[in-house]
Every structure is written in C-alpha cells, then in structure tokens.
C-alpha cells in the first residue's frame, strides 16, 4: 500500500495547488490512496479556514472522475489549541470527515512559523509550552485520527536543536494519552525539505511510541505544491520497518485499516 496522507491544495490557505492536479500527479507516481487534508486553524483565521462545503464538493467529484485509478479520502488538519475546542467539536459533526490530523501550530493564538510565539521566550519556555498544550487539547478532544508533525516546534526553533530528554516526560504524556484512545502519530516527510537533521517525528520519539506500544501511524508529505506529493514516501517504509514497525495506517470513516510494510 502507498499511500499519502497529508496534503494540501488550494482549500488551504498556504497553497494554490488544484487538487484534481495533485490526484493526476499521485496516479502517475503509482500511489494506491491519498488523503487530503485542508487547514483549519480557528483563533488566529478567519475567512481563510477551508471552505469545507465547497471542498467536499470538489472531493466527491474527483473520487467519482478517478475513482478506477486511484482511492481519495477526506481528510481535515485542525490546528487545535484548549480554547478553541468547541469550534472543532462543532465542523467535525458536520462533515463525513474519513482522516483527521491533530496538530498544534499556534499557542495562545500567537504562531510559531512567522514567530510570533518565540521572542520573549527562553527555548525551553516555548518548546514545553508547545508540547503542554497538545497535552492539554488531547486529554479533552478525541475525534481525531493522528497526531500531525509531533515535533514541529523543532522546525522554527531559531536557538537550534533542544534536547528530547528536556521535553521527554511531556512526550511520554502525550504518547501514553494517544495509545490509551487508540489514536496514532504521523510520520511527516516535509522533515526533508526543511532540511532538519532527523525525522518529524524524530527518531527518539518514533522508537518511544514503538516501545510504548504504539502501533497506529500514517505517512504523509505535507504538499502544498506538486514537488512535494509523495516525497521518500516509499523510502520510509523501511525506515519504520528498521524502527520495528509492522504496519501503515490509512483511514476510512475514521477507522483505522493496517497494510503490513
């Protein structure tokens, strides 16, 4: 099974990428199945949240013009902070959503990839206050799939690399919470063009899960332009089979299906 899990088109925001493109171009590089997966990042956007009437829309009307060529599942990335749970509790019932990723791009309505967040902020503030509110969201929302680019915070971390075991206990926190529920984590392959010296999630952390029991992982690019569709995707199922890794993940409905590596 090849599958991406994570991408973005012009429904999001940050991208101008047609999705009819992107599923022309994930046929062409052989993939099975692919999620797509719109912003929404309530308390810091407004109107340039996901249409998502429109998108399931142009969803529904891709499966059916492909729908001999290739699997399309809806999916959504809520960027989730404690206080803007409700608004997610509220879109999620409204749409047939088959994937959602769980990610955390912003605390206190103040962003990490422009550095809003950061300045004023010792590194070890800001990188457990990061962790500590993924903590917070999960432990009362749970109509999620995965947790999207665990580590994140490492690609804005202007100070350089923070150490794993300085946040390690929040991470087995936050692990022990998404086993508990049956959810999973997602390993992310924008690590690549960002030029980050390990994976997303790294590889202490990938290995934690692992050892923690941690079973339910899905792999996605993160695109938002056609370069990015389905980057070392296949590459990284050896990595996560040298980790002791049996299985993949994809969703549908919200339920997760294994495919051995």
Known sequence: MLADYHLHTSFSDDSEY??????????????????????????V???????????????????????DDITIRMGIEFGMQVHTIPQYEETFKQYPFDFVILSCHQVED???????????????EYNRRYYEEILHVIRRYEDYS????????????????????????????ILKTV??????????????????????????ILTLYRNMGGKILTIGSDTHREAHLGVRIKEMHGELKSLGFESVY??????P????L
Request: glycine content about 8%; charged content about 35%.
């Open 146 to 173: 995965v947790l999207g680019h665990l580590d994140m915070i490492r690609r804005y971390d202007k100070a350089g690399e923070y150490p794993f075991e300085k946040v390690r206990d929040l991470v087995e926190e």
């Open 250 to 255: 994809t969703f549908e409905k919200m339920e």
């Open 179 to 204: 086993i508990a529920r049956g959810k999973g984590i997602e390993l992310n392959t924008s690590c690549f063009r960002y030029g980050l010296p390990d994976l997303t999630p790294g590889r202490e």
């Open 45 to 67: 956007k407004t109107d340039t949240n996901c249409d998502c009437a429109a998108y399931q829309k142009e969803i529904e009307r891709c499966r059916e013009r492909f729908r």
């Open 110 to 124: 103040q962003e990490f990839w422009n550095q809003t967040f950061q300045p004023g902020r010792t590194q070890e």
């Open 18 to 43: 047609p999705m009819e493109d992107a599923v022309r171009r994930a046929i062409a590089l052989g993939f099975d199945e692919i999620c797509f997966t719109e912003h929404i990042d309530y308390g």
């Open 257 to 260: 299906i294994a495919h051995r």
